[in-house]
RNA sequence: CGGGAAGUAGCUCAGCCUGGUAGAGCACUACGUUCGGGACGUAGGGGCCGGAGGUUCGAAUCCUCUCUUCCCGACCA
């Protein structure tokens, strides 16, 4: 995408309702703009973020054996009322009636829809385990949104929810999802700790929070130093086996919440520690039958016997991620991106626009990118150089290729990795090799 | 939901106390000089001073109400 052409609105200062970093970064670096209180409209740069990591949580999901569904965003108040939780939901949910007078509302989460939908269209003990998920857009009126897109009100949500004919299988199918994020958030260059939760109003026995570690994050943390060191299970990953000894492994470290944490009682001692701060990106929770009961999720078993389904929910908080991966990946210059969820792979800043070698140079190695399946940017403004390199180090691009007139002249362009001081001298011809071992990854 | 702040140009803010025809920097347009880490000069464009009432000869400024946004706490992907 040629720089000139993009709609890229960068800021020198920052708007005064951004307090903290993300939030700060997201609109300097056009990723997006405020609509009104917890609400945004993504930007370019910011929409291609959000669908890399909507596509690397599909890609794991997928993997893990859920099944993408979409449902819708305005749901019926009837399976609410069934559950019982249309009153219990609170302010929290937006409520809205149609021209008929219907109740409808705005899906704060799916646990309703996608268990009246399995108790219509699953009959039988043979159609289980069912596991499945939609990537969507869901409100929840927030007394206080904050934070940026971190507690917006209405935030893009990966939940899933598992049917399973007992605990056993339920139970499996919550490993799954266990292990499917720690790859999730692994590949998105992040450090996420799993931590035994609550079960709060969703009710069960069993749940997990996944939290991300970064320097500003909401709430602290403490855990075992071993937790940050554990590589995420590997791509090789067999889901099929029996998980539970990997999740033991993971849920057996020592993490607890500020709150929780009892500097007296802590079976970790001394620098095996840690403390840091957290941001909660994930959420798991096995409840049993709390929904299916209501709803008649009921299936037949072997025997003959109705047998009420054992479910989980699941999620992601697809937007949230954007702040914070930024969170934990920033320095005073902008945004430093994982590449695996960068908006553009590579920038390319052409120094002196209208000098024929570097536009010619310039125009040559843009078309090889290009060709070569790599998402670049190429800086054509005429602009300053210091202003070009801000933007490029704002906007966080991983690699910057900076062509100019003074390394043209020996056939040679410099090239930069974000958040590395010193730039490379790589001769344009040996540029294509280079490229394409990038393109490769 | 309790507590606290702020709304003036696209952004950051001054002006308000002590009422008298709306300002700066950045951004934007044109021209010129510059040009390897957010240049400089000259000339421009852009505002119902969040909204509604009120006080006054006169309101960005004083009073009342209202809307919006942000911050701290309780709650959450």
Same mark, same amino acid.
């Given at each position: 995408?040629?720089?000139?052409?993009?709609?890229?609105?960068?800021?020198?200062?920052?708007?005064?309702?951004?307090?903290?970093?993300?939030?700060?970064?997201?609109?300097?670096?056009?990723?997006?703009?405020?609509?009104?209180?917890?609400?945004?409209?993504?930007?370019?740069?910011?929409?291609?973020?959000?669908?890399?990591?909507?596509?690397?949580?599909?890609?794991?999901?997928?993997?893990?054996?859920?099944?993408?569904?979409?449902?819708?965003?305005?749901?019926?108040?009837?399976?609410?009322?069934?559950?019982?939780?249309?009153?219990?939901?609170?302010?929290?949910?937006?409520?809205?009636?149609?021209?008929?007078?219907?109740?409808?509302?705005?899906?704060?989460?799916?646990?309703?829809?996608?268990?009246?939908?399995?108790?219509?269209?699953?009959?039988?003990?043979?159609?289980?385990?069912?596991?499945?998920?939609?990537?969507?857009?869901?409100?929840?009126?927030?007394?206080?949104?904050?934070?940026?897109?971190?507690?917006?009100?209405?935030?893009?949500?990966?939940?899933?929810?598992?049917?399973?004919?007992?605990?056993?299988?339920?139970?499996?199918?919550?490993?799954?999802?266990?292990?499917?994020?720690?790859?999730?958030?692994?590949?998105?260059?992040?450090?996420?700790?799993?931590?035994?939760?609550?079960?709060?109003?969703?009710?069960?026995?069993?749940?997990?929070?996944?939290?991300?570690?970064?320097?500003?994050?909401?709430?602290?943390?403490?855990?075992?130093?071993?937790?940050?060191?554990?590589?995420?299970?590997?791509?090789?990953?067999?889901?099929?086996?029996?998980?539970?000894?990997?999740?033991?492994?993971?849920?057996?470290?020592?993490?607890?919440?500020?709150?929780?944490?009892?500097?007296?009682?802590?079976?970790?001692? =001394?620098?095996?520690?840690?403390?840091?701060?957290?941001?909660?990106? =994930?959420?798991?929770?096995?409840?049993?039958?709390?929904?299916?009961?209501?709803?008649?999720?009921?299936?037949?078993?072997?025997?003959?016997?109705?047998?009420?389904?054992?479910?989980?929910?699941?999620?992601?908080?697809?937007?949230?991620?954007?702040?914070?991966?930024?969170?934990?990946?920033?320095?005073?210059?902008?945004?430093?991106?994982?590449?695996?969820?960068?908006?553009?792979?590579?920038?390319?800043?052409?120094?002196?626009?209208?000098?024929?070698?570097?536009?010619?140079?310039?125009?040559?190695?843009?078309?090889?990118?290009?060709?070569?399946?790599?998402?670049?940017?190429?800086?054509?403004?005429?602009?300053?150089?210091?202003?070009?390199?801000?933007?490029?180090?704002?906007?966080?691009?991983?690699?910057?290729?900076?062509? =100019?007139?003074?390394?043209?002249?020996?056939?040679?362009?410099?090239?930069?990795?974000?958040?590395?001081?010193?730039?490379?001298?790589?001769?344009?011809?040996?540029? =294509?090799?280079?490229?394409?071992?990038?393109?490769?990854?």
């Amino acid at each position: 995408m040629r720089r000139s052409q993009l709609f890229l609105p960068t800021l020198k200062e920052t708007p005064s309702e951004a307090k903290i970093v993300s939030h700060r970064l997201m609109l300097r670096a056009g990723l997006v703009r405020q609509s009104s209180a917890g609400i945004y409209t993504w930007l370019p740069a910011g929409y291609r973020v959000l669908r890399k990591i909507e596509e690397i949580v599909r890609e794991e999901q997928d993997r893990a054996g859920a099944q993408e569904v979409l449902m819708p965003t305005i749901q019926s108040a009837e399976v609410w009322q069934k559950s019982g939780r249309y009153d219990d939901y609170g302010k929290e949910m937006l409520r809205i009636e149609d021209r008929h007078g219907r109740e409808m509302l705005f899906g704060p989460t799916a646990e309703e829809v996608i268990t009246d939908i399995v108790a219509n269209e699953i009959n039988s003990y043979r159609d289980l385990p069912k596991n499945l998920y939609n990537i969507q857009w869901k409100f929840r009126d927030e007394v206080r949104p904050r934070f940026g897109v971190m507690r917006g009100r209405e935030f893009l949500m990966k939940d899933n929810y598992s049917f399973d004919i007992d605990y056993e299988s339920a139970r499996h199918s919550y490993n799954k999802m266990f292990v499917a994020y720690l790859r999730t958030y692994a590949r998105m260059g992040l450090t996420a700790i799993p931590m035994a939760a609550d079960t709060g109003p969703i009710g069960g026995d069993l749940s997990h929070e996944f939290i991300v570690l970064a320097e500003t994050g909401e709430s602290a943390v403490f855990c075992d130093r071993a937790l940050l060191e554990m590589p995420a299970p590997g791509h090789e990953v067999d889901y099929d086996s029996d998980l539970g000894g990997t999740v033991e492994i993971w849920s057996n470290h020592y993490a607890a919440t500020d709150e929780k944490h009892d500097p007296d009682n802590c079976p970790i001692a =001394g620098d095996q520690l840690v403390k840091a701060r957290g941001i909660e990106v =994930g959420h798991i929770f096995y409840f049993g039958t709390k929904y299916s009961e209501p709803l008649g999720a009921i299936v037949q078993g072997p025997d003959g016997q109705q047998i009420t389904l054992e479910m989980g929910s699941y999620g992601i908080g697809v937007s949230r991620l954007v702040g914070a991966i930024i969170e934990a990946s920033h320095d005073d210059a902008g945004i430093i991106w994982p590449e695996s969820v960068a908006p553009w792979l590579v920038g390319l800043i052409n120094l002196k626009v209208g000098d024929s070698d570097c536009d010619a140079a310039s125009e040559k190695i843009y078309a090889d990118l290009r060709a070569a399946g790599i998402e670049a940017i190429y800086d054509d403004r005429d602009e300053r150089a210091g202003a070009k390199f801000a933007d490029m180090d704002l906007v966080g691009i991983p690699w910057q290729i900076t062509i =100019g007139p003074r390394g043209i002249k020996d056939g040679k362009v410099e090239v930069k990795r974000r958040g590395e001081d010193e730039k490379s001298e790589i001769a344009i011809e040996v540029l =294509g090799d280079w490229i394409s071992e990038r393109a490769a990854s």
